[in-house]
Structures are given as C-alpha cells and as structure tokens.
C-alpha cells in the first residue's frame, strides 16, 4: 500500500516538473527556445537585399555584355517626355564610360533605401556626392526620399522585378513586376511605384535577375521611364540583363553598375571591392558602384580618404 502511495506521489511530481517546462500560451516559442540556448535561424528580414545569384564579373567584362544597338533596327518611336521634364534631362553630364580626364572617376548607389532611417541620416551626412534609391513599399519610402531631397542628394525609384532565386520569389510583395504579368500591366505598377517616392530623377532595377533578361519587359520599362524624364541605370544583377541595352535602344540617359561594394557583408570584402572600383577608374573608365545601408558600409565610407572622395562624381555625370 505504501509504495503504491509513494509511485503516486513521484508520478504527480513529475508532472508538475514537466508543467514547469511547458511554455505558456502568451510565451513566444522563438524567444523561449533562444532563452534556452537553442540555435534558431533569424527569421527573413523586413527588407530583402539584391539578388547576386546571377551576378556577372564587375569592371569591364560586364560593360561588354551590353551589346551595341544594332543601326538595322531602330528604336520603335517613343513618346516625347512631358514638358516639366524636359528642362532635368539637359543637365545629364558628360557621357559615361571612357573618361577623357586623367583617370576615369566614381559614381556611387546606396540601394534599398526605406527601411532605416538613421543608416540613412548617416550617408546623407557623408561629405561626397551619392545617390538614394527608394524601394516604393518600404516602410519609409516617402520620408526616406523626402529626406535625401532636403539633403540635396539625387533621388532613384529602386523599381522591383522578379529575381531568379526560388528562396527571394517566394518572398516578393504585390510591388514586384514579374515575368507572367502583362506589358500593361507591369508597366502600370511601375507607375505607381513613382507614385509613392517623390523626387524621383531616375530608376534601377530591385532583384530583377529574372525579368531583366526579357527584352519586351525591359521595353515597357524604358517607355516608362522616357515618358516620366528618368534615366535608367542597370544593377546588372544577371550576366543576361538586356535592361541597359534596351534603355539605349530608347534614347534615355543610361547606365550600368560594374562593382557592388558590399555583396559580402564585412570591411575587409567591402574594402577590396572599393580597390577594384579604383583600378577600374585608374584604367581612365567611369565606374558605377552600388552600396546598401548597412552597418559595415556605413561605416567604411565614412573612412573614406581624400584621395578616394576626389574621385567620387554625382551619378548624372557618369551617364551615357
């Protein structure tokens, strides 16, 4: 009778232990289980950063993928830019490519900017020319490029197009222009993604690895941006983009990047990916770079000597 009783009394114990243990409703499973030291992967962040799954050789070799405008097949006739615009498209820079200075200079993109202000407030302070591209649904994409407008900095549409990677297509929001979706179509959301961040001078491509390949959407693209006065540079996120090629084919000022800074995420890569863009420009070539608002590259550029700032330029001046 006693050991009867005292299995009794072990099994109860046992069973408020595992109660103890048991997590309650209102407890978040993710930050119970990190309490505990289990290893858990970070959950996909807010914004998603370029597509590099495709991404060609920078410097020269990726300019030489945009193949020339054949003269036995004119552009289709475009529609003339409305009136307001005019006027900004006078003052687009020398041509882009090789330099006729001493040496070639830089151009520099921040990228994937809506999402954090303060990175933001940090690059716009720097004391050298960039330009801001604006994600149309990030949580700030309205502030963000109103900001960069009071800071007197050039403002971009960082348009969103379907990438090649399974893992980021899973992901896209409803502002991504993707591949099945009419020309119409895509080209109505493109619209009202300018709708959404003022100031806009120019775009170029979010992702993209995709839909940048397909010439009758790049087509749309540019219709887009000739009848708005933009410019359009190619962030070349696929050795296969037809985008910069297609710009050229509709008479806009254009432009394709040759070196991401920080497709690797640490000073050192950052720093030898800002050496290459200075060999690049020491060949007397133009160089277009794209940055994204992250801690280590804040972080480098705000280290940037005066010998690397004199070779920075506003990106109108690197266009073709």
Known sequence: MLRRWLTLLLLLVL?????????????NPQQSARSKGWHLPDPMAGE???????????GEAAARLIPPVSSSSPAAPQPAPPAAHRQRAKHGGKSGGKSGGKSGHIALIIDDIGYDLVKERQLLALPFPLTISVLPDATHSRRAAKLAHQAGRMVMLHLPMEPENPRLRSHLDASFLRLGMSIARQQALFTQALSKVPFVQ??????GSLLTANAASMRGVMAVCRS????FVDSRTSSRSVAAREAKRAGLRWGARRVFL????DLVAIARSWRHA????????DCIV????????VKFLQGLKKGDVALLRPLTALLH
Do not use: Y
């Open 202 to 207: 120019g775009v170029n491509n979010h992702m």
């Open 15 to 27: 069973v408020g232990l595992v109660a103890l243990q048991w997590p309650h409703g209102s407890e």
């Open 290 to 297: 794209i940055a994204h608002p992250r801690l280590h590259t």
């Open 262 to 265: 920080d497709d690797k995420n």
């Open 278 to 285: 200075q060999r690049i420009a020491a060949r007397h070539v």
């Open 48 to 58: 998603l950063f370029e597509d590099f799954s495709r991404v060609p050789d920078s």
């Open 228 to 231: 708005h006065g933009l410019f």
